[in-house]
């Protein structure tokens, strides 16, 4: 399974980016989806997640009514519409994948994902 991750860049307060993953997973399945980011100094966290059969949502509670994951079955493409950007939303933004792998339920913790993208930078200038 491969991820690759795209879309980052910089953009001012109150803009606007949007990142997408492809994933490849041969054989395996799609079970969900996610995003998490991880800022300078603090630890990688949830930023969203989407059921791939349902299309269940989940997000982080700072992120809600900004950011929109949506996926593209067909293309087993994930992505996160970020909106009304702060810098504190200045992170490296990772993709993740479950795959079935680990047999984990977890949607909001990175126990719940068995392959991750590269990354890709978000900067947010006040």
């Known amino acids: 399974v491969q991820l690759q991750a795209s879309g980052g860049g910089s953009v001012q307060d109150g803009g606007s980016l949007r990142l997408s993953c492809a994933a490849s997973?041969?054989?395996?399945?799609?079970?969900?989806m996610a995003w998490f980011r991880q800022a300078p100094g603090k630890e990688r966290q949830f930023v969203a997640a989407i059921r791939w059969s349902g299309g269940s949502t989940y997000y982080e509670d700072a992120v809600k009514g900004r950011f929109t994951i949506s996926r593209d079955k067909g293309k087993n493409t994930v992505y996160l519409q970020m909106n009304s950007l702060t810098p504190e939303d200045t992170a490296v933004y990772y993709c993740a994948i479950d795959s079935g792998y680990s047999r984990s339920v977890a949607i909001t913790t990175s126990v719940g994902y068995d392959y991750w993208g590269q990354g890709t930078q978000v900067t947010v200038s006040s």
């Open positions: 997973v041969g054989t395996f399945s799609v079970f969900k």
